[in-house]
């Protein structure tokens, strides 16, 4: 792989995808930065947006395993990650695998049950491993969240922990379509009120694990001028000192704001990256990693236009 096949592949993926989820070409391309980047991906937006026919259609594109679970407030940790279970003919325990054990996992509706068992994601997002009665099993090479939640402030939701929230790289806000984008989505769904079948459709592999993870390397190889650093670490560092915010990111966003710049950079066929990449994510890495103070919040102030204001005050690199 290299730069302008994995651009290509960037292309293509949008254009097949794009034919079935209408309007949402920008969130197709941060699924594929997420997935370069070794981030995963929190949609939020109301039901019946396309979130779900999104990732399946991202999956099938790149021929990768994808399984869902539907979180509901009686979900246990062991529904997702799995657990050991007693053979009585041969009286060991044998472990039965949860639906964690894939390359594309889809959390739908991940706010809907209580933190204990949102928290079972934690060290999988993080270490690609999963632990289960004191013994570590290894995740795919190719394991990626990607959760939808309602907006929060719907019934029977629970706001996902600081500690959750910070494992994803995006929260990408999807909203509703135009109308002609909508107008574009009956015509092309409208004889049918189940899934569309993705074969029917036309959804063919692009691609498949080993090619992905040759297009991960060397997405992380790329190099990123000092000064680009600088943009990048200033930026995350402003968050913390801002008057209207509570708390501000973390060590961690810079890192994950770098990682995803470089993925961007190879998308838009470059093999260095440029203030535009880094400002493109700004928002989608940052929006879920700051809290407003109470005068904010009473104020109507959000966190999107704090964001802007802070991206106004830094100096970009020339």
Known sequence: MDIASIRELGELLRRQISRIVIGQDEVIDLLFIALLSEGHLLLEGPPGTGKTLLARSFAASLRLELKRIQFTPDLMPGDVVGSNLFNFQTSTFTLSRGPIFTEILLADEINRTPPKTQAALL??????????????????????????????????????????????????????PDRDQERAMVRAHGHQTTMPDLVKLGVKPLCDLPLLLAARGLVAGLRLADEMVDYVVDLVRATRNHPVLRYGASPRAANMLAAAARAAAVLDGRDFVIPDDVKRLWKPILRHRILLSPAAEVDGIGTDAVLDQILTQIPAPR
């Open 123 to 176: 060290e999988a997002m993080q270490e690609r491993t999963v632990t289960i009665d004191g013994h570590s099993h290894p995740l795919s090479a190719g394991f990626l969240v990607v959760a939808t939640q309602n907006p929060i402030e719907q019934e029977g939701t629970y706001p996902l922990p600081e500690a959750q929230l910070d494992r994803f790289l995006f929260k990408v806000l999807v909203t509703y």
